[in-house]
């Protein structure tokens, strides 16, 4: 069993946006009750004290003028941000919260007190560019958290993966010029939000090289994202030799989501996360952190996040012939975009 961490509180579930809204606090409720469960204590996940992210932390992501205009909201019932980002009463406390929150646990993993964690927190981040909230994000949490092990544990090299139905156009932006952090992102694209993450978006000056957007039509489900992380990610992160791995988890790629259109099961969550543990067992003594991001079916979600969890504590790993044995079967079905990306990528990565 690893000693794995989670961070959850209360507070996450303050930040209410419209009636009907998808991203809304049940998201957090059905996640943490499931954890109470008795079967789930046999996890031992160990709880980590969120807090709340200072001023410089924000600022590492963010404008000044933009952390004030979310500051500002405050106590205010409701505050629209974009057609569909807005803000409640406590709004602002929770994202301070969730984006202080990854930090605390990123600590705990660096300093090994933990071996790795799940941040269960909202609202999510990726979206957030430095002075703009979009699609249902405030702060954006990865890049505050990736920027915080960078000046606090002189990281030379974090590698972000996000599998989010949605491009992450926030934590791109925030490190395209930046080689510390090799941004991976596979997500849904053609006429779909928000429109960014072409393959041929690879950085630019010292950055160059950096970024692998793997776009996706939808439909795709385990077979798919399997070849994608052990066939492009895996090389990549081995050869880039991260000292940390940091993780924007979407559960919206799940089966049953009402606005992903792809098909990934629990049981292609966690083979998704043993490929990032093998990666990060091979390059930083284990350390892997995630941090929610969407997924708006609430039972697939949660039994999704049930699924992770398990495979992070090393409670019951899967096993994962089955599906790799469908990854080699289906391996056609997405050869053509592989080979694609690799032809993008290889000036890059030799290992390619």
């Known amino acids: ?8 509180d209360a507070i996450y579930m303050e930040h209410v946006m419209d009636p009907g809204h998808p991203e809304r606090p049940e998201r957090l409720k059905v996640i943490y009750e499931m954890l109470e ?4 204590k046999g996890l031992h996940l160990i709880k980590v004290k969120p807090r709340f992210a200072t001023r410089e932390e924000l600022e590492t992501t963010h404008s000044s003028a933009y952390i004030d205009r979310i500051a500002s909201t405050a106590g205010k019932p409701y505050f629209r941000l974009d057609l569909d980002t807005s803000t409640s009463a406590k709004s602002y ?4 919260l969730a984006a202080g929150g990854l930090c605390e646990l990123i600590q705990a993993v660096w300093e090994e007190k933990l071996k790795n964690g799940f941040a269960l927190v909202r609202p999510p981040g990726h979206h957030a560019e430095r002075d703009k909230a979009m699609g249902f994000c405030l702060f954006n949490n990865l890049a505050i958290g990736a920027h915080y092990a960078i000046k606090n544990f002189s990281l030379e ?3 972000i993966v996000d599998w989010d139905v949605h491009h992450g156009n926030g934590t791109e932006h925030s490190f395209y010029t930046d080689p510390r952090v090799l941004y991976f992102s596979t997500h849904r694209y053609g006429f779909f939000y928000p429109g960014s993450g072409g393959a041929t978006e690879v950085g630019k000056d010292k950055g160059e090289g950096f970024t692998v957007n793997v776009p ?3 439909g795709s489900g385990d077979s798919e994202y399997g070849n994608i992380f052990e066939r492009v990610l895996k090389p990549i992160g081995l050869e880039y030799r991260p000292q940390l791995i940091l993780v924007s988890a979407g559960f919206d790629i799940h089966y049953d989501d009402p606005l992903g259109g792809m098909e990934v099961t629990e049981k292609g969550f966690a083979r998704l996360t043993q490929i990032l543990m093998e990666i990060a067992e091979a390059t930083a003594q284990g350390k892997l952190v995630l941090t929610l991001e969407g997924g708006y079916d609430i039972e697939g979600e949660k039994r999704s996040v049930d699924a992770v969890l398990r495979e992070l504590a090393q409670a019951s790993p899967l096993d994962k012939r089955d599906l790799v044995e469908k990854e080699r079967a289906n391996d056609q079905r997405i050869e053509r975009l592989i080979l694609q990306l690799k032809e993008i990528q290889r000036r890059y990565w030799k290992s390619l």
């Open 37 to 40: 469960e008795e079967e789930k």
């Open 1 to 8: 069993m690893n000693r794995t961490g989670i961070v959850q």
């Open 216 to 218: 996706l039509s939808s």
């Open 157 to 159: 090299r974090i590698l």
């Open 93 to 96: 406390e929770a994202a301070s």
